[in-house]
Each structure stands twice: as C-alpha cells, then as structure tokens.
C-alpha cells in the first residue's frame, strides 16, 4: 500500500481530472510550499550539526558535478530524438537536471516510514542540485543558439536563480539547523519536524490538482515527450544509483539521490528559464515535469527506485 501522504495527491489528482470545485486557496499552498521547504532546510542542517568534514565536503561536490552533467546528456535527446528546438531542449534539460523539492519531500517520508538508514547530509543533496543543471543548460543553449543577451537580462537571471523562495528557505533552514542542532533548537524546531508529514500531506493534495489542471487536455501528438518524460526519470535515477554506490552511501540515501536525480523542477527551474530562456514554452516544461514526471515519481518511481537499489546492493 502506498505511503498516506501519497494518497493526498492521489485524492488530488483525482478531484482534478473530475473538475471538482476542490481547490486550496493560494496563499494557503505559499504558506504550505514555504513551511515544507523550511522544515526540509531544518532537518537536514540539524542533522549536520558537528558533523561537517572535507569528505562530505568532496561527497557534495561530486554530487554537484553530477547535476551539471545532466543536461549535457539531455539536450541532444531532447533535440534530436524528440524534434524540440534549442530553446526547449535547454528549458527541459533544465527543469530535468534541477531538482524537485515536493519529490524530495516524498521519498523523505518514505525512507522514514520504510526505516532505511539515511545519512544527515541529504538534505544538502537538494541544496546542491538545485542550480548546476539550469546554469550548464543556460551556458550550451546560448553557445548553440549564438544567442546574445545584455547586463540587464544577466543580472535578472542571476537575481532570480539565487533569490527564489526556495533557495533561500532551504539554505537558510540548513544554516539555521546546523548552527543550533536538534536540542538547542527545540522550542522552535519541533514544531516544523513534528508537523512535517501532516504538511507534505495539504501540499501533495495541491500538487495533485494542480497535475491534473497541466493534463487538461493531454497533448497526444507530442507522444514522444510524454514518453521522454516518463523514461528520463528511470534511466537517471540509475545515474543516482551509480553515485549513491561509488559514494559508498548506506540504502536510504541511495534511494534519495537516486529519486531526487529523477525528479525535475517546477519550483525554480521555471522562474530562471522564464527569464532567461523567454522563447522557451514554460507550459510545456511544467506539463512535463508536474503532469507527468511528479505523479510518476511520487507513485511508481520512488518504489521502483527502492527495489532497484536493493537489487544493486
């Protein structure tokens, strides 16, 4: 039986693709976006706390490297084999190679429900995944397409890739986290920790309406994205899985790296893509990576991920 947070996104998704009236006000989903990736930032930096060393500090840089490779992989598929142009085949590599912090979120609850052991530093797998790719992907699309761009749209680009919401809460979550540690930080940290599945769980319910609204209606002729979309999340989660292994990482976090690898963005690959990429088709970017990636993360990917990984081990 699936984990319960993911039947909320189930339930979600079902109210979507029926058109109920069902809907979570906005500043409802913001408050609840903005307390899941706080709560993420908090429990990874406690986890940390008086256990930073240089070989987590190499662990994380090769994991980073890893993010930057992604779209040089991607992008002659997308071109290529699926017929997008420069701009889409940058924009998806982008979304691809990014990270997805509700996917993180989920395969979080389920090594915790699954008692997998888990190292402290996986919340920094998502710090350090989360800009390599749309940087790499921005650099080649710009040298393939010769396309120029002045100060202003740099400057714009940098603000928004470096100051999103989602960069920020996590970075300083896990800055906060670690300086404080789970005992000091109690009276404040606890009430985030205690509260995260119920959170994921209004958060999920969102996603999953919102999935349905990108899948209305399913654009059948662009079948070899739809399908992009659910093979691309297999074939690199065997890349996090390799990784995770070389890493000599414990099962848990092998199953993380390996999910959050196969996710893709919706949170802040979007808002960079859309300022520096504006040829791009952001709604076909989130059709992808929200209508069809997410649900098959959160429903099949993550078990499939876990069972591939105790295979390997």
Known sequence: MPDIVVMFF???LLAGLVRSDL???KAAYDTLSLLLMLTIGLKGGMALHGALTWTLLLELLAIAALG???PLLLIPVLRFATGT????SASLAAHYGSVSAGTFAVVLAY???QQLEIGAQVTLYLVMLELPAILVALMLFRKLSQERDDASSRSAFWHETFTNRGVILLVGGVIIGWMYGAQEGASVTELYTNAFK???AIFLLEMGLTAASTLR???WQQWRLLMFAVLAPIFLSLLGMAAGLALGLPIGSVVVLATLIASASYIAAPAAIRTAIPQADIGLAMLLSLGITFPFNVIVGIPLYHRLAEMLI
Do not use: C, K, M
Request: aromatic letters at 4%.
């Open 10 to 12: 189930l339930l979600g």
């Open 23 to 25: 809907s979570v006000p």
């Open 68 to 70: 930057a490779v992604i």
């Open 85 to 88: 142009n420069w701009a889409n």
């Open 111 to 113: 090594v915790e429900t």
């Open 198 to 200: 119920g959170i994921l």
């Open 217 to 219: 209606p399913i654009p």
